[in-house]
């Protein structure tokens, strides 16, 4: 077994933002929201749900996003990616396909926050659904690419 090295500590900051981003849509939607929607009162429950949502969508754009940005950046430079890599088939096109659902589920995360904000229920739950499953998806393309 090899020594764990600087880019396993990459990988590994990479993989466990990953884990809370991923992991905290799951307990949210599994978990918190079912709950406050059973124990709390209406406007005890949208004023919980509110805080929470607020707390996580900062979480994200101040530890995650920058964290999973930084290390994904890092470790395609560390193997070698090029803009021109991308369109090859094998690592490239499953990395170019990662890259691309990750960008509509950051887009969909931050228009379920601004669909919330202006009271469009329906429209800020299919959005955090589609986050949600694309952000699955994401995790799915992830494990097909080889570690390097």
């Known amino acids: 077994m090899d ?7 990459v990988r590994f900051l990479h993989v466990t933002g ?3 981003w991923v992991g905290g849509q799951l ?3 599994l978990v918190v929201l079912p ?3 059973r124990m ?3 406007d005890a429950r949208d004023g919980f749900v509110a805080g929470a949502g607020r707390r996580f969508g900062l979480l994200t754009g101040a530890v995650f996003l920058p ?4 290390t994904g950046w890092a470790m395609a430079w560390h193997t070698g990616v090029t803009w021109a890599s991308l369109a090859g088939p094998g690592y490239g096109r499953t990395l170019a396909a990662k890259l691309g659902l990750f960008v509509l589920v950051m887009l969909a995360a931050a228009g379920h926050g601004v ?3 202006k009271g469009r229920p329906g429209l800020a739950r299919a959005l955090a659904v589609g986050s949600l499953a694309g952000s699955l998806g994401v995790v ?3 494990t097909a690419l080889p570690v390097t």
């Open 115 to 117: 669909a919330y904000a």
């Open 40 to 42: 709390l009162s209406a």
């Open 35 to 37: 709950l406050a929607r």
């Open 140 to 142: 799915l393309l992830a």
């Open 18 to 20: 990953a884990v809370v």
């Open 3 to 9: 020594a764990v090295g600087p880019w396993s500590l």
């Open 67 to 70: 964290l999973q940005l930084g």
């Open 27 to 29: 307990a949210l939607s």
